[in-house]
């Protein structure tokens, strides 16, 4: 097993880089599977695992009877009568593996031992064939059972037992002092394990941000130096605030295309004199401020499930039908303050 931590400042692009391994796991017929840890929910135990758990067993669910038969009766055989403790700790775990017997109780840590133990063989078994990358997010906000479960899973493949396992985790590193248990548990890991590494990822500096506008405005780099020279500025070179700042101008009609001239057009001295804010958190209140009443009170709701919401709980506690919920989302998720994954809506 592998792991690889990426930190960086919010917004500075660490789950976008890493969501960019999609095709090279693809073209290897592996895994890609990910669960995301909530601020508001760190008292939930295991919740960024059992999301990605969750989205491994969906996709076993998807193989061929065949396929499916096969897979339960390994999973069972390797781990014998204690596959139930998969099913205790998530329901969805039974479709696939089936009725099991409870299992006799024991005390909290002949629990817990016994809980490794299961996850251990279960990763063991299902990255036997194909890799498997889990991804797991906002690591700041990780309970302390994730935290102990993560040399457990490194530890998978030391047994003299294949383990195709990539653990992928990102946290924002300006919240982690030295005695943070998250920062603790993968210094521990990078002591222990060659295979465990950090990638820290830096603002942009100008030259990049002006990179980025030659790009985006098939400009020459001397036309648009200036400009990147305000936007890194401004945004302190933080991608998603160059991304949300770009729109404010568009938005604000301080960027145009002149469809006579063929190009983009603006102008650096309109640009300066705009009360256009420095903070990204006030930047998105003002575009979330000018959505509609209706999309506003959904999001609300929406925030009370999590930064991961589904459309049929959030209709549920709406009182919405499907449709009237999807259609007052809409503006944010046109917007880009909600982003669809799969099934699930997250929410930004």
Same mark, same amino acid.
């Given at each position: 097993?592998?792991? =690889?931590?990426?930190?960086?400042?919010?917004?500075?692009?660490?789950?976008?880089?890493? *969501?960019?391994?999609?095709?090279?796991?693809?073209? *290897?017929?592996?895994?890609?599977? &990910? /669960?995301?840890?909530?601020?508001?929910?760190?008292?939930?135990p295991?919740?960024? +695992?059992?999301?990605?758990?969750?989205?491994?067993?969906?996709?076993? =669910?998807? =193989?061929?009877?065949?396929?499916?038969?096969?897979?339960?009766?390994? %999973?069972?055989?390797?781990?014998?009568?204690?596959?139930?403790?998969?099913?205790?700790?998530m329901?969805?775990?039974?479709?696939?593996l089936?009725?099991?017997?409870?299992?006799?109780?024991?005390?909290?840590?002949?629990? $817990?031992?016994?809980?490794?133990?299961?996850? $251990?063989?279960?990763?063991?078994q299902?990255?036997?064939?194909?890799?498997?990358?889990?991804?797991?997010?906002?690591?700041?906000?990780?309970?302390?059972?994730?935290?102990?479960?993560?040399?457990?899973?490194?530890?998978? /493949?030391?047994?003299?037992?294949? &383990?195709?396992?990539?653990?992928?985790?990102?946290?924002?590193?300006?919240?982690?002092?030295?005695?943070?248990?998250?920062?603790?548990?993968?210094?521990? %890991?990078?002591?222990?394990?060659?295979?465990?590494?950090?990638?820290?990822?830096?603002?942009?500096?100008?030259?990049?941000?002006?990179?980025?506008?030659?790009?985006?405005?098939? $400009?020459?780099?001397?036309?648009?130096?200036?400009?990147?020279?305000?936007?890194?500025?401004?945004?302190?070179?933080?991608?998603?605030?160059?991304?949300?700042?770009?729109?404010?101008?568009?938005?604000?009609?301080?960027?145009?295309?002149? +469809?006579?001239?063929?190009?983009?057009?603006?102008?650096?001295?309109?640009?300066?004199?705009?009360?256009?804010?420095?903070?990204?958190?006030e930047?998105?209140? &003002?575009?979330?401020?000018?959505?509609p009443?209706?999309?506003?009170?959904?999001?609300?709701?929406?925030?009370?499930?999590?930064?991961?919401?589904?459309? *049929?709980t959030?209709?549920?506690?709406?009182?919405?039908?499907?449709?009237?919920?999807?259609?007052q989302?809409?503006?944010?998720?046109?917007?880009? =303050?909600?982003?669809?994954?799969?099934?699930?809506?997250?929410?930004?």
């Open positions: 097993p592998q792991l =690889l931590a990426v930190e960086g400042l919010a917004g500075i692009g660490k789950s976008a880089l890493i *969501h960019e391994v999609h095709k090279p796991i693809a073209a *290897h017929s592996g895994i890609f599977t &990910c /669960g995301k840890f909530d601020q508001f929910q760190k008292n939930t295991y919740s960024a +695992l059992k999301q990605a758990f969750s989205g491994w067993v969906q996709h076993a =669910l998807s =193989l061929k009877d065949s396929a499916l038969s096969a897979l339960r009766e390994q %999973l069972n055989n390797t781990l014998g009568t204690n596959a139930r403790v998969l099913v205790d700790f329901e969805i775990f039974q479709v696939l089936g009725d099991l017997p409870p299992l006799p109780v024991l005390g909290d840590q002949e629990t $817990q031992n016994r809980f490794h133990l299961v996850i $251990q063989r279960f990763i063991q299902i990255t036997q064939d194909r890799p498997l990358v889990i991804f797991i997010d906002d690591l700041q906000w990780a309970d302390q059972g994730t935290l102990s479960l993560l040399p457990q899973l490194m530890s998978a /493949g030391t047994q003299n037992t294949s &383990c195709s396992l990539l653990l992928l985790v990102a946290y924002r590193d300006n919240e982690l002092e030295s005695t943070h248990p998250a920062r603790l548990t993968l210094n521990h %890991l990078q002591e222990e394990y060659i295979t465990a590494t950090t990638l820290t990822l830096r603002p942009l500096v100008v030259k990049q941000v002006n990179q980025l506008l030659v790009d985006a405005l098939h $400009q020459a780099p001397t036309t648009t130096k200036a400009l990147a020279e305000l936007i890194e500025q401004k945004t302190k070179g933080n991608p998603f605030f160059i991304n949300e700042f770009l729109k404010t101008l568009y938005s604000e009609k301080l960027l145009n295309f002149d +469809l006579n001239q063929q190009r983009w057009l603006w102008s650096l001295d309109t640009i300066k004199e705009q009360a256009i804010t420095n903070n990204v958190v930047l998105m209140l &003002c575009k979330m401020h000018q959505l009443d209706s999309t506003q009170q959904m999001l609300q709701l929406a925030s009370c499930i999590g930064s991961l919401f589904d459309l *049929h959030l209709s549920i506690i709406s009182e919405q039908s499907m449709p009237n919920t999807i259609k989302l809409w503006p944010a998720l046109n917007e880009g =303050l909600l982003l669809q994954e799969g099934g699930d809506w997250l929410l930004g």
